[in-house]
């Protein structure tokens, strides 16, 4: 990974375009070819970004990165650099999941019918370059679909699926991927981004997984 802090104007150009003027901001250019670029603020989420498959040409005072897949081209105007560094960060393990994400992760690679009537399982955490998508499943018709489970689900969420998504219909084998992002709560703005995306979104009851009624404690009836 590499580190880049410099004054710099940005300028996206493609189906869309987009203006930031000169200030001082972090550039992040990832292993996986993906351009980051930040401010001091704003939480997370990059102020613009290209996502591979793109390439990088990098000149002395400019960076032209350019998608492969649709030609927009975010162009980097370089003022000044007060930082520049490159790191190895080796192979990461992937996320954690507390609990009951792990939990309805079991659940539903049990029993795939919340997910869709006539679904198979094909494997949990199914392996991507970028991290294990929680399951993979094939539907009624066949066709491959990529389940990401969240205990609430919000827009990284959604983020992080489109990522293993743009993976998985690379593959020949398994594409067209289909996408689901299954969470027991779904915040508005998560909701409008997948189904913007062509994901669909489900809601899981958490009790009507595991089951609601303790068998294993005496009951009058």
Request: proline residues 5%.
């Amino acid at each position: 990974m590499r580190l880049l802090v410099a004054r710099c104007q940005v300028d996206y150009t493609g189906r869309l375009s987009a203006h930031l003027p000169m200030a001082t901001r972090l550039i992040i250019w990832k292993a996986d070819g993906s351009v980051l670029v930040h401010a001091d603020g704003g939480s997370y989420k990059p102020l613009n970004w290209m996502t591979p498959p793109c390439t990088v040409v990098e000149g002395a005072t400019e960076w032209t990165v350019t998608s492969k897949k649709t030609g927009d081209q975010l162009k980097i105007s370089i003022e000044e650099v007060l930082h520049d560094s490159s790191h190895e960060l080796g192979v990461d393990p992937g996320l954690q999941k507390d609990g009951v994400e792990a939990h309805l992760q079991e659940l539903l690679a049990a029993d795939t019918a919340p997910l869709g009537k006539g679904w198979t399982l094909v494997r949990r955490e199914y392996p991507t370059a970028i991290g294990p998508v929680d399951l993979m499943c094939r539907n009624a018709d066949g066709r491959h679909v990529a389940v990401e489970i969240k205990r609430r689900g919000e827009i990284d969420g959604v983020e992080q699926l489109t990522r293993y998504l743009e993976l998985l219909n690379r593959d020949p084998l398994l594409a067209p991927v289909d996408g689901v992002f299954a969470a027991q709560a779904i915040k508005p703005q998560a909701r409008v981004l997948a189904e913007d995306r062509g994901i669909r979104c489900v809601v899981l009851d958490y009790d009507d997984l595991r089951g609601a009624v303790d068998e294993s404690q005496p009951r009058l009836f």
